[in-house]
T-cell receptor, first 114, second 113 residues
Framework: DAGITQSPRHKVTETGTPVTLRCHQT?????MYWYRQDPGHGLRLIHY???????DKGEVSDGYSVSRSKTEDFLLTLESATSSQTSVYFC?????????????FGPGTRLTVL | QQQVKQSPQSLIVQKGGISIINCAYE??????FPWYQQFPGKGPALLIA?????SEKKEGRFTISFNKSAKQFSLHIMDSQPGDSATYFC????????????FGQGTTLQVKP
């Protein structure tokens, strides 16, 4: 998985609780992305980062926030989890963010919100 | 609004057969089209990609066919093997999009021995 780890790998939580997912990379890639994967929707971009403290929204960013205080770590926070946020979350990295850059994906985090 | 539409949702092919997965897009600003392969419990991984200045790209048993005028592209897997059983996603990105990918809905391929 190209030097990418995600934690936790599985989490069950209750509606209304805050949740933070962590993505850690050892590749020193500049760009990092958070996607969610749902049946019938493929993968959809939540947020991405193009450097330390530099982040921007993706197509499904409502209810999510991110932070990147170090090159190697990108955190995704659900401020108040809802059942609609039950999903598999993938982190991805790319070297320079160019459109032809390969994105390398982590192993995913399965989140269930009861 | 799904900017990249993928079909079929699922596909069953006999070993040795040809698997074909189709994608269509609307935004003519898309100019890079990768395919990702995902095995159960794993993250997606880049399989093959094409730019719209070519009509076909082949890598081993995998071929992308691209029809710019129809705004369609497809993945062909020749001599399909049980080890090809996975979920396949087409995607698209554009020059101004800082690498952001728009994915299709995914196709689950099962290759029967």
């Amino acid at each position: 998985d190209a030097g990418i780890t995600q934690s936790p790998r599985h989490k069950v939580t209750e509606t209304g609780t805050p949740v933070t997912l962590r993505c850690h990379q050892t590749e020193n890639h500049r760009y990092m992305y958070w996607y969610r994967q749902d049946p019938g929707h493929g993968l959809r971009l939540i947020h991405y980062s193009y450097g330390v403290k530099d982040t921007d929204k993706g197509e499904v960013s409502d209810g999510y926030s991110v932070s990147r205080s170090k090159t190697e770590d990108f955190l995704l926070t659900l401020e108040s989890a809802t059942s609609s946020q039950t999903s598999v979350y993938f982190c991805a990295i790319s070297f320079s963010g160019g459109r032809t850059d390969t994105q390398y994906f982590g192993p995913g985090t399965r989140l269930t919100v009861l | 609004q799904q900017q990249v539409k993928q079909s079929p949702q699922s596909l069953i092919v006999q070993k040795g057969g040809i698997s074909i997965i189709n994608c269509a897009y609307e935004n003519t600003a898309f100019d890079y089209f990768p395919w990702y392969q995902q095995f159960p419990g794993k993250g997606p991984a880049l399989l093959i990609a094409i730019r719209p200045d070519v009509s076909e790209k082949k890598e081993g048993r995998f071929t992308i066919s691209f029809n710019k005028s129809a705004k369609q592209f497809s993945l062909h897997i020749m001599d399909s093997q049980p080890g090809d059983s996975a979920t396949y996603f087409c995607a698209a990105s554009m020059r101004s999009n800082t690498g952001k990918l728009i994915f299709g809905q995914g196709t689950t391929l099962q290759v029967k021995p």
